[in-house]
């Protein structure tokens, strides 16, 4: 099964700190969101993934496609404002 | 430098269509220049690129009636055998000018602004709108059959059903003797008699004529622009709208000719008009119903944009940029109401705004009561604003729901979410532009508030390059970002601010009174909360 490699930097913290997840291409990358966030000990729905050019991602696709559009690294972003009033 | 009169000719042409034929003779292209003659001066309306000059009847058949070819530029050669309607002037490039040249004699155009050339226009022209409604023979050899073409003969009057008359071709010519110039407006309807070969026909008569073509009857409907000089005859007008006609003909065989070798069926065609950038007027396009704008994506690019000279970067003559189509903006919807601001004062300060046109969407629009929660899907609805009015999409406005719904569709919410008051940020205003519109967005993530007035070179940059609206969220609030006026010696930055939280109706003093629409400074950020923006990226595409 072909799988691809992501470098992912949380911006959030100054020390710039990263993981590298390797998962198959198929996944969805709603499912690389999730596996970062928790890597990174973060909650997956107030973060959010962009490319290092700061291309926002969308996440209706699979890992094999952002990796083939925007390659390996990735930045992890905390979303702003998503409570309930 | 003022040239020798052109036997007390004049030409005036505005800068940008100059700036275009510059371009063109740069790039060695040729072309003609076109517009009309008011009391002996030339007002040049418009200019068409083509390396075939010579074939005179095709290249009017682009103007609407009363605006002819007027003269031709080019670099290399000069033609002097041209068969257009009237003698025209050659245009070239001397000392990096254009210089203008006419029976021995060489001047140089005087260039005027776009609005002042459209005032000429509108000062002594009245504009007709020739309305056919009709349908026309076609053979199945794909052309128009002789009995079409009769539309367009010595015999045909035309009617104005607002002031119930008849004009035609008649031996005095004197038009302004026949009717006062007075009950002429703007935009007024006529429509045509069909000529008939004697007039005393009074019973029906029934032809038939053998023939080895099947034909086919096929409905089309036209509204031609024709522009009347006040000054005309009638016979003028007659020519005139027989040329709006011809047009109009000209452009239903091209595409019939096209259809008849690839299909069995024939397409419905429409017209559309478009505002070209530089033209005083507009100008008349056919399409056929059937194919979309995607599928017409090869034809805008490979013949409609060089004709107009115009690069292929951004849409001009998609069905969404025409001006016939009620596009549904809804008419309550405040316009660009920054405009009427004055600009900042910033020592060395520049302004740098949204290009083209956006509606300003809020709380409380269209009795939605979204007061509290709806502030980043009404920035959205802003945003998307701008790609409908700039001719990117015909897609309309979505709605709260909808744009919930699509959220659900990418997988970045639950099902659950839909129908609920839960608030969005920039990353999901990304995710529904990107899936509803196709349209990509760059994230801008600024860690703290007090760093945004830093980013104003940045965004600077966003609106000289790509020109669209920017949606900001962060420290609990949402907001749309029109423009920065940036200093380049201070680096101060004031930030142009539409803010969606506003619940009033659409009142314009109101809104710019009270900040609504505004230029802020770097204090009205939360210095200390994170912000991201969503940088919409326009596509590139025509």
């Known amino acids: 099964m072909a799988k691809v490699t992501f470098k992912i930097i949380l911006t959030s913290d100054p020390k710039l700190p990263y993981k590298v997840l390797s998962v198959p291409e198929t996944t969805p990358f709603t499912a690389v969101l999730k596996f970062a966030a928790e890597q990174f000990k973060v909650p997956a729905d107030t973060s959010a993934i962009i490319t290092n050019d700061?291309?926002?991602?969308?996440?209706?696709?699979?890992?094999?496609?952002?990796?083939?559009?925007?390659?390996?690294?990735?930045?992890?972003?905390?979303?702003?404002?998503?409570?309930?009033? | 430098m003022k040239g020798k009169d052109l036997d007390g000719e004049n030409i005036f042409i505005t800068d940008n269509i100059l700036h275009k034929v510059v371009a063109c003779l740069k790039a060695d292209?040729?072309?003609?220049?076109?517009g009309l003659t008011i009391r002996g001066e030339i007002l040049i309306t418009g200019c068409l690129s083509c390396d075939d000059i010579t074939n005179t009847s095709q290249i009017e058949t682009w103007l609407p009636g009363?605006?002819?070819?007027?003269?031709?530029?080019?670099?290399?050669?000069?033609?002097?055998?041209?068969?257009?309607?009237?003698?025209?002037?050659?245009?070239?490039?001397?000392?990096?000018?254009?210089?203008i040249s006419f029976d021995q004699q060489k001047t140089k155009p005087r260039t005027i602004t776009l609005t002042e050339a459209r005032r000429m226009l509108q000062d002594s022209t009245f504009s007709l709108k020739l309305i056919v409604n009709t349908k026309v023979d076609v053979m199945n050899n794909g052309r128009l059959s002789v009995r079409s073409e009769n539309l367009i003969s010595d015999e045909t009057t035309f009617f104005v059903p607002s002031l119930n008359i008849l004009i035609k071709s008649c031996d005095d010519g004197e038009f302004v003797k026949c009717f006062p110039k007075s009950d002429f407006s703007n935009g007024m309807e006529v429509k045509i008699v069909k000529s008939k070969s004697s007039s005393d026909n009074v019973a029906p008569v029934l032809s038939c004529q053998p023939s080895s073509h099947a034909v086919y009857q096929v409905p089309v409907r036209f509204d031609g622009l024709c522009y009347v000089n006040k000054d005309s005859s009638s016979n003028k007008i007659v020519t005139d709208l027989n040329m709006t006609l011809r047009c109009f003909?000209?452009?239903?065989?091209?595409?019939?000719?096209?259809?008849?070798?690839?299909?069995?069926?024939?397409?419905?065609?429409?017209?559309?008009?478009?505002?070209?950038?530089?033209?005083?007027?507009?100008?008349?396009?056919?399409?056929?119903?059937?194919?979309?704008?995607?599928?017409?994506?090869?034809?805008?690019?490979?013949t409609l944009h060089p004709l107009f000279c115009e690069s292929c970067e951004r849409p001009i003559f998609r069905r969404a940029n025409s001006l016939n189509l009620d596009k549904e903006f809804s008419k309550e919807l405040l316009v660009n109401p920054h405009e009427t601001l004055p600009c900042p004062k910033l020592v060395d300060g520049k302004v740098y705004t949204v290009h083209g046109l956006y509606s300003y969407h809020h709380y409380m629009q269209d009795n939605f009561n979204d007061n509290g929660w709806g502030c980043a899907y009404r920035s959205l609805q802003t945003l998307m604003s701008w790609f409908r009015h700039?001719?990117?999409?015909?897609?309309?406005?979505?709605?709260?729901?909808?744009?919930?719904?699509?959220?659900?569709?990418?997988?970045?919410?639950?099902?659950?979410?839909?129908?609920?008051?839960?608030?969005?940020?920039?990353?999901?205003v990304n995710n529904v532009l990107s899936e509803y519109l196709g349209v990509t967005s760059k994230i801008m993530f600024v860690s703290q508030g007090s760093e945004l007035e830093g980013r104003g070179r940045e965004l600077a940059m966003h609106f000289d390059n790509q020109g669209t609206p920017v949606m900001i969220g962060g420290g609990v609030l949402a907001h749309t970002i029109l423009g920065v006026c940036f200093s380049e010696t201070s680096g101060e930055t004031r930030f142009l601010i539409l803010d969606p939280h506003y619940t009033g109706g659409e009142d314009l003093k109101t809104i710019i009174d009270k900040g609504w629409c505004g230029w802020k400074r770097g204090s009205f950020w939360d210095q200390k909360a994170y912000y991201n923006l969503c940088l919409p990226q326009r596509p590139t595409l025509c």
């Open chain 2, 390 to 428: 700039q001719g990117y999409t015909n897609k309309p406005i979505p709605t709260h729901h909808e744009i919930q719904q699509v959220l659900v569709d990418v997988g970045d919410k639950p099902k659950e979410f839909v129908g609920t008051r839960k608030w969005i940020g920039s990353i999901e």
């Open chain 2, 66 to 99: 009363g605006i002819s070819v007027k003269g031709e530029f080019n670099q290399s050669k000069n033609n002097k055998n041209l068969s257009f309607s009237e003698p025209i002037f050659h245009a070239s490039l001397i000392n990096h000018d254009v210089i």
């Open chain 1, 54 to 85: 700061g291309i926002g991602i969308n996440p209706a696709q699979n890992a094999g496609n952002v990796f083939l559009k925007h390659g390996s690294e990735l930045r992890l972003i905390p979303r702003d404002r998503v409570g309930h009033s």
């Open chain 2, 29 to 34: 292209r040729s072309g003609v220049l076109v």
């Open chain 2, 249 to 302: 003909l000209h452009s239903i065989n091209v595409w019939l000719e096209s259809y008849n070798k690839t299909s069995t069926s024939l397409p419905v065609l429409q017209f559309f008009d478009f505002n070209v950038p530089g033209w005083c007027h507009p100008v008349s396009i056919c399409y056929p119903a059937n194919q979309s704008d995607d599928d017409l994506a090869q034809y805008r690019r490979e």
